[in-house]
């Protein structure tokens, strides 16, 4: 990493958000183009820094695509978990909470969200390539394992999931199944229909609740 005195023209015009401005063009042209298509100069100019202020922030180009993809990871888990952690929050009654779990849970039929766990399934097979990256996409997907376990285990001490439900366990399944589900999208016709697939959600979560 350059050292830059602190006097240095370079540090004196770093703009004090241009680090999230410079992930958020990374990810921009990564998501439209690819990797291979990330360059420091156009990264730069979009955001309106110079290369030393990019420096400020990230060793090198590697280093900016680690901080993006991590970053990428990070946005697209945080919605599911804070809608699972609402409807338990918020759910005034057991039917309320399974409709609010099933609807954050996973939807194949919507592009947007197949999408974004494509992204997800990208960022995850580039990083078993580069051992560093690997080691710390791994740190990420243990943190929102942590964090979803302790959404579901919340859910179990108040009485909403059975008692006899590993939290890890269905914390784990749930994420296997979200990624999972992009497989719907090259089934077409022969695949299930949104209702089919919604019902058997209902099923499946529905098992997860104490006896009535």
Not at 3 to 27: F, T
Not at 77 to 85: I, P, T
Not at 138 to 150: F, G, H, N, P, V
Not at 194 to 201: K, M, P, T
Request: charged share 30%; net charge negative; glycine share 6%.
């Amino acid at each position: 990493m350059r050292n830059i005195e602190p006097g240095h023209p370079e540090r004196r015009s770093r703009k004090p958000d241009s680090r999230q401005e410079l992930l958020d063009v990374a990810l921009r042209i990564i998501a439209k183009d690819g990797i291979d298509a990330l360059r420091i100069e156009d990264v730069c100019e979009a955001v309106g820094v110079t290369k030393g202020s990019l420096y400020w922030h990230f060793q090198d180009r590697q280093g900016l695509i680690h901080a993006a993809m991590l970053e990428q990871l990070r946005r697209l888990s945080e919605a599911q978990l804070e809608s699972l952690d609402e409807a338990i929050d918020k759910a005034a009654s057991r039917d309320e909470y399974l409709l609010r779990v099933a609807g954050s849970l996973v939807d194949p039929f919507d592009s947007r969200e197949t999408e974004a766990r494509w992204q997800r399934w990208e960022m995850l097979a580039t990083a078993r390539r580069d051992p560093e990256l690997n080691a710390m996409m791994a740190e990420i997907q243990r943190r929102y394992q942590r964090y979803l376990t302790s959404v579901i285990t919340k859910a179990r001490e108040r009485g909403i999931l059975r008692t006899d439900a590993d939290p890890a366990a269905v914390a784990a399944a749930m994420t296997a199944l979200a990624l999972g589900s992009n497989h719907l999208s090259y089934l077409g016709d022969e695949g299930p229909t949104r209702e089919a697939w919604n019902g058997l959600l209902l099923m499946m979560i529905d098992m997860l609740f104490p006896p009535k």
